[in-house]
């Protein structure tokens, strides 16, 4: 039996394995996809100090460094359900039970969608199946394509999909509905994108992102937006126009956009057929958090850190005994956060095991302190409220468990 | 403009948001009794698709629902497993 069952190999469950089998544990990781790495496996971008950030290069690094300290990765894994039983949690996979006193649950994040109109044709797609086909199959997602949806997520993967010679014609928003809420009000767009400015490479959003910041400015701003948008990397940001459909006979043929006042609402008669043989879908990251919630952990629905998350204190524990989380089922948040995360997961683990003798306070409380770090430097950042949404799940750790003497408290649902 | 009601929410059992809104409003029903009643979210993706959308739906159906409460509770299995699989670990 392992010490400890990491679910998930991406970033945040490498490194938890990572700090475990440092302090002498037993780790086993499931990962449900073909290789470890996680999302880490997508990504490819250029921070601002001039510097790739090479995922699969820093994946392979994390990997190697785990099969090093003997920790067992099992791929093609899918867990299916995890029970405590006995003081031991039981993780249930589809090639077996596996049993251990500490779990880690690492499983990322997944993404929103946009229902609309076509969107189940082939050759629609989320934008985080175009950066895994394109970065890790290697396969020609199409040869013109259309972006529905504009956020961060879908500025990084425009890039990768550039790299690759692949031509985006535009990034437009989806039609505004009580679906699509927000991500179809320009101005909303517009407020979180300025946000990030630093990451558009356009002279608008990053002149603008100063000023801009006054709502009558934006308005004003959003009105003299230019009809045709502003350039991302040679691809029209196109805030003023929403898909309204995605039409095709058998496969994408193209997308029907309308014109939007600042508001978002369509202005009759100005609809257009633009032609596409692919659709990408970008509706924004939420943590996948279902493992936890079977597990019986309560949650809390925080906006700014992507939606329901499970309770957690800045160790990464939860209010369940041995369980504990890292990486984007916390909160959305880049690649090397998740990391840092994972690193404070594992020690946070050895501590509960009573491993790392004198100095293990100590290394956690840097741990915790490198998280803070290593997000103050985030090249990107998917919420610009991330740090709010870190201090209410802060807060509402200390209100609820931590209030009682530390030590035997009774905070922890066994 | 787009007509909403034939819009499909949930692709894996192909259910509109019209559909969805219909059976809301006919049964008065809480989240659980929606997806039972539609199907909706009970696909080969176990939701990871359309629940966010589900969740705005039943919000409007629903009001007031708690900030830690998750609208449309997860059952395991979480993944698509055979009945052999689940029977082997019991
Ligand atoms: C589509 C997409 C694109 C992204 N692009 C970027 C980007 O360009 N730059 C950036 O900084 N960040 C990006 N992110 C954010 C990304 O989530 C973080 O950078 C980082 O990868 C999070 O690490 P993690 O370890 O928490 O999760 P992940 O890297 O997502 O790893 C989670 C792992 O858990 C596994 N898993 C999940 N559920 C189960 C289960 N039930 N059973 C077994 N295994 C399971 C998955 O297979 C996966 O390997 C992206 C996220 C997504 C979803
Ligand atoms: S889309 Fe609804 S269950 Fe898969």
């Known amino acids: 039996m392992s010490d400890v069952i990491v679910i998930g190999g991406g970033p945040a469950g490498l490194a938890g394995a990572i700090a475990c089998a440092s302090s002498g544990l037993n780790v086993t990781i499931v990962d449900e996809f073909i290789k470890p790495g996680g999302r880490l496996l997508g990504q490819l971008h250029q921070e601002p100090s001039g510097e790739w950030w090479n995922g699969i290069k820093e994946s392979e690094r994390l990997h190697q460094e785990a099969r090093k300290l003997s920790v067992d990765i099992r791929c093609g894994v899918s867990v299916y359900n995890l029970e405590k039983e006995n003081h031991l949690w039981n993780v249930y996979t589809n090639s077996g039970t596996l049993t251990a006193p500490f779990v880690l649950v690492a499983t990322g994040a997944a993404e929103y969608p946009i229902p609309l109109p076509g969107w189940t044709l082939p050759g629609v797609m989320s934008i985080g199946a175009a950066q895994v086909m394109t970065n890790v199959h290697r396969v020609q997602v199409g040869k013109k ?254 209100d609820l468990y931590a209030n009682n003497n530390r030590e035997d408290s009774p905070k922890k649902i066994v | 403009m787009a007509n909403m009601g034939e819009i499909v929410i949930c692709r894996c059992e192909e259910v509109t948001y019209g559909q969805l809104q219909a059976t809301a409003e006919e049964h008065k029903c809480t989240a659980r009794e929606l997806k039972l009643r539609t199907r909706a979210g009970m696909g080969f993706c176990g939701g990871r698709t359309c629940r966010p959308s589900l969740d705005r739906i039943l919000e409007s159906v629903i009001p007031n629902i708690a900030p830690g409460e998750i609208p449309l509770k997860y059952q395991p299995p979480i993944r698509p497993v055979t009945f052999g699989t689940v029977g082997e670990n019991q």
């Not at chain 1, 002279?203 to 100063?210: A, N, T």
């Not at chain 1, 193209?254 to 990408?280: H, K, L, M, Q, W």
């Not at chain 1, 293990?360 to 103050?376: F, G, H, M, Y």
Request: net charge neutral.
């Open chain 1, 145 to 398: 394509g259309i972006i529905i949806g504009a956020n961060i997520l879908a500025f990084a993967i425009l890039n990768e999909l550039q790299l690759a010679g692949i031509t985006v014609d535009r990034i437009v928003l989806p039609e505004r509905n009580q679906i699509s809420q927000k991500a179809g009000e320009p101005e909303e767009v517009m407020k979180s994108l300025l946000n990030a400015a630093h990451l558009a490479p356009s002279p608008l959003l990053r002149f603008g992102s100063r000023f801009m910041r006054r709502d009558w400015i934006r308005k004003i701003g959003l009105n003299f937006y230019p009809k045709n948008g502003v350039k991302v990397n040679g691809t029209p940001l196109q805030l003023r126009k929403a898909a309204i459909e995605i039409i095709g006979k058998d496969h994408v043929e193209g997308v029907r956009i309308a014109d939007i006042d600042a508001n978002g609402t369509i202005i009759a008669g100005s609809e257009t057929i633009y032609e596409a043989d692919f659709v990408c879908i970008a509706g924004g990251l939420y943590p996948l958090a279902e493992l936890t919630a079977v597990a019986g952990c309560p949650f809390q629905y925080i906006p700014e850190l992507g939606g329901h998350v499970p309770h957690h204190s800045e160790t990464m524990e939860t209010p369940l005994e041995g369980l504990f989380v890292a990486g984007n089922i916390t909160g959305i948040e880049s690649g090397k956060i998740a990391m840092a995360q994972g690193t404070t997961a594992g020690l946070s683990i050895a501590k509960h095991v009573g491993k790392g003798a004198g100095t293990i306070d100590e290394q956690l409380q840097q741990a915790v302190k490198n998280v803070r770090t290593v997000r103050q430097h985030a090249a990107i950042q998917f919420n610009p409220e991330i740090n709010s949404g870190r201090s209410k799940m802060n807060q509402l750790w200390d």
